[in-house]
């Protein structure tokens, strides 16, 4: 079983940028697509961005295509996201998360993942 730990939250301006990461341990990292999810008070979480297992098949919301992009280092066993023009909408706790896809090309289901981190919290003020 995979654990994983987020950083990089923080509280930043309207317009800003910020890099999440997420490292893995004690587990087989290059063995899951991993996905970024977020959860804003009073809202429903969502998918924001998912990455294959070997880096070539990219997910994004709607909402921050051209804005994140989401990478991973299959050696140094991290995620990351990187978030650019970031607005008040993107207020919320980003949780990183890995889930086994059917194929290695592919990216998994939102419902498909089962190991989660404990999230950290990104602030925009507007």
């Known amino acids: 079983q995979v654990h994983l730990r987020e950083s990089g939250g923080g509280l930043v301006q309207a317009g800003g940028s910020l890099r999440l990461s997420c490292v893995a341990s004690e587990g087989t990292f290059r063995d899951y697509a991993m996905g970024w999810f977020r959860q804003a008070p009073g809202k429903e979480r969502e998918y924001v961005a998912a990455?294959?297992?070997?880096?070539?098949?990219?997910y994004y919301l709607d909402s921050v295509k051209g804005r994140f992009t989401i990478s991973r280092d299959n050696y140094g066993n991290t995620l990351y996201l990187r978030m650019n023009r970031l607005n008040a909408e993107d207020t919320a706790v980003y949780s990183c998360?890995?889930?086994?896809?059917?194929?290695?090309?592919?990216?998994?289901?939102?419902?498909?993942?089962?190991?989660w981190g404990e999230g950290t919290q990104v602030s925009v003020s507007s």
């Open positions: 998360a890995a889930g086994l896809p059917r194929d290695i090309h592919e990216v998994p289901p939102s419902s498909a993942y089962h190991h």
């Open positions: 990455i294959s297992i070997r880096g070539d098949f990219r």
